[in-house]
Nanobody, 124 residues
Framework: QVQLVESGGGLVQAGGSLRLSCAASGRTFSSYVMGWFRQAPGKEREFVAGINWTGGSINYADSVKGRFTISRDNAKNTVYLQMNSLKPEDTAVYYC?????????????????WGQGTQVTASS
């Protein structure tokens, strides 16, 4: 099994920044994709960003392009999400995810492991 533990959520004013971290432990694979999803109250979980093992394939949701940056440190089995210019509509529980494979796909059901989530609130 794989365990994913997120950290870094919190409350910021609109326009502020936060950095999320997610550390993976347990069973490892030769290569895997890591990503971030979010779920706001009353809405479905949606893809935010994903990055493959080498960092050569990165995917962002249109709503966060130019504001969020995903990165990873394979030596630490950790993925990061730098969130700048936060908007009230970014408020949600953010989940780290991992999938065995090579591409950061947007389909939620294609991901194999999930963290417990961390709350991000951007106040207006």
């Amino acid at each position: 099994q794989v365990q994913l533990v997120e950290s870094g959520g919190g409350l910021v004013q609109a326009g502020g920044s936060l950095r999320l971290s997610c550390a993976a432990s347990g069973r490892t694979f030769s290569s895997y994709v890591m990503g971030w999803f979010r779920q706001a109250p009353g809405k479905e979980r949606e893809f935010v960003a994903g990055i493959n093992w080498t960092g050569g394939s990165i995917n962002y949701a249109d709503s966060v392009k130019g504001r969020f940056t995903i990165s990873r440190d394979n030596a630490k089995n950790t993925v990061y999400l730098q969130m700048n210019s936060l908007k009230p509509e970014d408020t949600a529980v953010y989940y780290c995810a991992l999938r065995r494979g090579f591409t950061p796909v947007v389909l939620t059901t294609a991901w194999d492991y999930w963290g417990q989530g961390t709350q991000v609130t951007a106040s207006s």
